[in-house]
């Protein structure tokens, strides 16, 4: 069934990704499980798990009783309880695993608070849910001018209609508490609808909207990612990634939640090491470490009247030197346990396509002629030649044929030396 919860759809099928809703625009393929339990039957003609997850806009996502006992399945469009009137969604996962994503989210499967499916969504119930989507964007355009208007600093990110169309709900962000009472009765009166202000997280936020991260995927806290822990910059520092704020931040202007997933990896590696600060006493002076190589057990250090050369050690042998230290023993050098390391050579990669070069296909530049070298003006040379300024090769408008240059007389002028 194409995916008619798209805000880019057009009559039903998104706009430009002619995937039939399989698409990851706004939310068609947002954090999804995979159902492995599917085509499995339960033992002892056991009736399948009442309950069924919905999504809604965003990757929102309630659990719902199927009460009326319906034959749903994954892609369903059913109508389930609201406050008030109805709501639509999308059956995402039904069975045996819905019980265990609802212990995962600690839902209490027992409990009689879990609300309940009415129906399956009805041809008219897709139009009005449809029209009432297509709603959003510009009434996200205008309710910015209005809380500009009224100077709240505050960002609305999302808006997001209620099925039925009665009611509709306001996502923002915002660093400090805000008082949004007058923009409630601005919104009413603007809208004509039911109005609901909720503030979300920058995560959460970034989360609902989605985007492409720095490496070139989809953002995972709007894929996968559901539990957001916090990020601190100690585990860049572990690490030792550079601290610069552009490159460690994500879309949401918060650290990476990237960065927590090699952390443990380091810690464990980081185990084995000494402390960075550690100090090593030698003859020749102390040296303190300037750099490590986690993964290959390596550490550089230098001495505090030397930061121009470095000398590599390992760990095991940091280890030894420390262990001298502790007796009150001096070592002679740190050249006397540090290694070489072996510089790889530069590899030469070659293209894929041959040898060609990328502007083969440029048109050659025209060759420049070149210039003829005029003599600056003032370098003329004059000689006397019969009290006459010399002019060689220039002939004069009478002469009909050229002559040869006249050679020139120099005039010298000897001096008697007293």
């Not at 572990?238 to 931040?249: D, F, I």
């Not at 790889?344 to 070659?350: A, G, L, T």
Request: proline content about 4%; hydrophobic content about 35%.
């Amino acid at each position: 069934m194409a995916c008619t919860s798209c805000s880019t759809s057009d009559g039903g099928a998104p706009k430009g990704c002619k995937n039939n809703g399989t698409c990851g625009t706004d939310s068609c393929n947002k954090l999804t499980v995979f159902d492995w339990l599917s085509n499995m039957s339960l033992p002892n003609g056991e009736a399948p798990f009442d309950c069924v997850e919905v999504r809604f806009k965003n990757g929102r996502k309630e659990f719902y009783r199927n009460t009326e006992k319906l034959t749903l399945s994954m892609g369903d469009i059913v109508a389930t309880v609201a406050s008030p009137g109805h709501d639509i969604g999308i059956v995402t996962l039904t069975g045996e695993l819905v019980k265990i994503q609802m212990k995962k989210k600690g839902v209490n499967h027992l409990s009689n608070e879990v609300p309940k499916i009415y129906r399956k969504a009805s041809q008219k119930d897709i139009d009005i849910w449809s029209t009432a989507r297509d709603k959003e964007e510009p009434m996200k355009v205008r309710a910015r001018e209005l809380a500009i208007a009224q100077k709240l600093e505050m960002k609305i990110s999302d808006i997001e209609f209620q099925g039925d169309g009665s009611k509709a709900t306001f996502y923002y962000t915002a660093n400090d508490r805000i008082d949004f009472r007058a923009l409630i009765k601005d919104f009413a009166k603007e809208f004509s609808t039911r109005i609901e202000m909720k503030q979300v997280g920058f995560r959460q936020e970034a989360a609902r909207l989605g985007g492409i991260g720095s490496c070139g995927r989809e953002l995972c806290c709007s894929t996968w990612l559901t539990d957001f822990r916090s990020v601190n910059t100690s585990a860049a520092r572990y690490q030792q990634l550079s601290l610069n704020p552009q490159k460690l931040a994500g879309q949401c202007g918060k650290l990476k939640c990237c960065l927590n997933y090699e952390l443990d990896t380091y810690m464990d590696a980081l185990k084995d090491f000494p402390d960075f600060e550690t100090k090593l006493v030698t003859e020749k002076g102390d040296a303190i470490c300037q750099k490590q190589d986690i993964f290959k057990g390596l550490m550089w250090f230098a001495y505090t009247n030397n930061f121009a050369n470095w000398h590599v050690l390992k760990i095991d042998q940091v280890k030894e030197i420390v262990a001298e230290n502790k007796l009150k023993n001096k070592v002679s050098s740190l050249e006397d346990f540090a290694i070489e390391i072996l510089v790889e050579p530069e590899k030469n990669f070659n293209n894929a396509m041959g040898q060609e070069s990328l502007t083969r296909f440029d048109q050659p530049k025209a060759k420049k002629k070149p210039n003829k070298k005029r003599k600056p003006a003032g370098e003329n040379t004059i000689v006397a030649n019969n009290n006459k300024p010399a002019n060689n090769n220039r002939q004069t408008p009478h002469d009909k044929k050229p002559t040869e240059p006249r050679k020139p007389i120099i005039i010298t002028k000897n001096v008697d030396k007293k």
